[in-house]
């Protein structure tokens, strides 16, 4: 079953590219005007052909920035090798036909919360810099998102707005926080929701952890 889940996750994110290449013609463009929600609902094998695929890695190169929980991601990715075959491959720099996907390749910070909540920005900005052929930035949390305060995301989602901004012709990969047992009135819950409302308002691209965690992979529901 942990299997199983990891491969969702790796189908909502190829899902994100493959749908974000489709709707704005390439990785190069800009993403405003381009939402992509990737939940749950887009977790499904049957999204996928070989076409897309083969178009999401050869247009796509991706720095991911994560520590525990979001290594349920590569994880995910690696199974997925052995389980569906090497068209599911990725490495750093895409060699021999793979995902150009650089795990963890960031200085300065390790996920959204760590060292602390802003360093992940700083971070990013040295990358590209020195990275000019990366087109997808994501990071993902560790937690942090059950103790923020709605200042805290709103700082979040003002140095990701800031960076498109700056970097137009780079995707930003929104995520919510990882589940915590807190359920439906918990702090985690109304955080992610405030993530997911400015995502859906202003028309951004959000990989939407907790939602996928939600649901088993035979679709049951148990945030509640």
Known sequence: MVKRIFSICLISIIAIFINSCDKNGGAEDSIFGSKIISDHTVAKFSNLNSAKIEAAKAKLHIAYGHTSHGSQITTGMSGLVNFK???????????????????????GASDL?????????????????????????????CGQVSGASEQDI??????????????????????????????????????N????????????????????ESYDPDGNYYLD
């Not at 990358?127 to 087109?135: G, K, V, W």
């Not at 700082?155 to 137009?168: G, V």
């Not at 929701?193 to 996928?212: G, H, M, S, V, W």
């Open 85 to 107: 075959g090497s068209q599911f491959a990725y490495n750093n720099g895409g060699s021999n036909g793979a995902l150009d996907l650089r795990d963890s390749p960031f200085s």
């Open 113 to 141: 919360g760590n060292p602390n909540r802003t360093a992940w920005e700083a971070a990013t900005r040295s990358y590209l810099a020195n990275h000019t052929d990366i087109n997808v930035i994501m990071w993902s949390w």
């Open 154 to 191: 709103n700082t979040y989602l003002s140095l990701m707005s800031n960076l498109e901004k700056d970097f137009p012709k780079v995707k930003f990969v929104y995520m919510t926080g990882h589940l915590d047992g807190s359920g439906l009135t918990g702090n985690l819950h109304l955080r």
């Open 193 to 212: 929701e405030q993530i997911r409302n400015f995502c859906n308002t202003n028309n951004k691209i959000l990989f939407d952890f907790a939602d996928i």
